[in-house]
């Protein structure tokens, strides 16, 4: 980023600060994909709040960002064992921020595991989670009961550029790997499991590549979408898996599990849009298939009559080449520090929120002064 765009950016973040002032701002840890353009972001949730720690998505951390936040913030280890125990959840937010007000910022669901123990154990106060993706989002909405208020900006028609975009690079960084080793998608029919707002991106541009597509989701709504916009879609998953040279994961849930991957075609190359512990059941994959790694970020499965190749170890293959979508992100981040300030307010009960309408306006009046250039 050249530094009159990061001026830029900062400029805006500064403008959308200045009218979600946060009163009192409370304390806040952030979980984030640390990417070149992040270091802004974070400093506008520093502004919004007294920010704590920073938490990277492991699979998603440039160096240089990293070295930059923590110039003025903490960065600490993140894996999903660590909120999956409530007591080490617990000892995790009293060691950096006992006995105050703390908001928690997540990608992907981390906190919900120990929700109820941070509420009701913490020495301060968890005034509530800001959840940016669809895959944390349904993981706080499945809970037959919140603890605290989750703003969740996953649905937010201000994310929706962003969940085109990050589709669209899925496929560039799909077809880059694949030609990497002398291979293209063309010839290769695709199966794209999940079509929901990234499934249905990816779905369009293979298409418009001239690939063969075919859809499975097990939402007959999402199966009727599909179906109306031209894919053809799956009656039999296993008929399609042994069918499909391409397979793109989509789902924010498991899309296969370990008895699937047998069914798949020789040579059928396997790509997701999001980590592998939660797009695919690897570790009950038989132990009678070998991995051997053929190609940076590409390794093959082998058994007796039996291969496919897996790329970037079955995490979200857009991360090998940047996931950039361009200022979009900023509209979703811009969001992010407003439901900081909807939490810091208070009066929000216990559930699943989205932020105003009204403030999604000035989010986008705002970014459109400053990117629509």
């Not at 280890?77 to 995790?92: G, H, I, K, Q, Y």
Request: aromatic content about 8%.
């Amino acid at each position: 980023m050249e530094a009159f765009e990061r001026a830029r950016l900062d400029s805006y973040f500064a403008r959308i600060n200045s009218h979600f002032v946060t009163p009192g701002p409370p304390a806040a840890v952030l979980i984030t994909h640390l990417l070149a353009d992040r270091p802004s972001f974070v400093r506008a949730v520093g502004t919004a709040s007294h920010l704590l720690a920073v938490l990277p998505k492991p699979k998603s951390v440039d160096p240089h960002a990293r070295r930059e936040v923590e110039r003025h913030t903490p960065c600490e280890t993140l894996t999903r064992s660590l909120f999956e125990d409530p007591d080490a959840a617990l000892d995790f937010v009293e060691t950096r921020a006992a006995g105050q007000e703390l908001v928690l910022l997540d990608v992907g669901g981390y906190f919900a595991p120990s929700l109820d123990v941070l509420c009701g154990s913490f020495s301060g106060r968890i005034l509530g989670v800001v959840e940016d993706t669809e895959n944390g989002h349904r993981r706080y909405a499945d809970r037959d009961k919140l603890p605290c208020p989750v703003i969740s900006v996953a649905r937010s028609p201000l994310k929706d550029p962003e969940d085109f975009l990050v589709g669209q690079s899925v496929v560039f960084s799909t077809e880059a790997l694949m030609r990497a080793r002398g291979d293209i998608m063309h010839g290769r029919p695709a199966l794209v499991i999940g079509f929901g707002k990234l499934g249905s991106s990816i779905a369009r541009l293979l298409h418009a590549k001239g690939v063969q597509v075919t859809v499975h989701d097990i939402d007959p709504v999402r199966r009727a979408q599909a179906l109306s916009q031209g894919f053809t879609v799956a009656r039999d998953r296993d008929a399609a898996l042994h069918g499909a040279g391409l397979v793109l994961c989509a789902t924010g849930s498991v899309s296969l599990r370990g008895e699937d991957f047998s069914a798949l075609r020789n040579g059928a190359y396997v790509a997701t849009v999001t980590s592998s512990e939660d797009e695919l059941d690897l570790e009950r994959l038989p132990d009678v298939y070998t991995r051997t790694v053929t190609d940076d970020h590409i390794t093959r499965y082998q058994t007796t009559g039996h291969y496919f190749y897996l790329l970037n170890g079955g995490n979200a293959v857009n991360f090998l080449h940047g996931a950039s979508v361009g200022p979009f992100i900023f509209l979703v981040q811009a969001e992010i520090l407003a439901g900081i300030r909807s939490l810091a307010r208070g009066g929000l009960g216990s559930g699943m929120h989205e932020v105003a309408s009204e403030d999604r306006t000035v989010i986008a009046d705002a970014w459109l002064n400053y990117f629509n250039r």
